[in-house]
């Protein structure tokens, strides 16, 4: 089993900034893909940020020049930078990450969400 734990959201004011990180542990062989996704109130989850294990990023466009999505392999963790928040950016905030486990057996793994408010 593989486990992802989220940190780092809260509340700030419209123009703050906040770094969530997103530390996988468990049967791990190989971190591949990574992801940020969020979810506001009565919408769909949508894409904010990816990283592949090749280091090739995707954003939204909501978010790009504002937002900054890494990874730590060596501690197999993502994290997002948020700068230049907006209160549109409000959401519970998660990380996905597509695992090879050391059975070598392939699954898409999500952490619990970590709520993200930004006030006007």
């Known amino acids: 089993q593989v486990q992802l734990v989220e940190s780092g959201g809260g509340l700030v004011q419209a123009g703050g900034s906040l ?3 997103c530390a996988a542990s468990g049967s791990i062989f190989s971190l591949n893909d990574m992801g ?3 979810q506001a109130p ?3 989850r949508e894409l904010v940020a990816s990283i592949t294990s090749g280091t090739n990023i995707n954003y ?3 978010v790009k020049g504002r937002f900054t999505i890494s990874r730590d392999n060596a501690k197999n963790t ?3 930078q948020m700068n230049s928040l907006k209160p549109e950016d409000t959401a519970v ?12 057996s ?5 952490g619990q969400g970590t709520q993200v408010t930004v006030s006007s």
């Open 78 to 80: 993502v994290y997002l």
């Open 106 to 110: 392939n699954a898409i793994y999500w």
């Open 60 to 62: 939204a466009d909501s």
């Open 93 to 104: 905030y998660y990380c996905n990450a597509h695992v090879t486990s050391w059975s070598m």
């Open 19 to 21: 770094r969530l990180s």
């Open 42 to 44: 009565g919408k769909q």
């Open 36 to 38: 940020w996704y969020r």
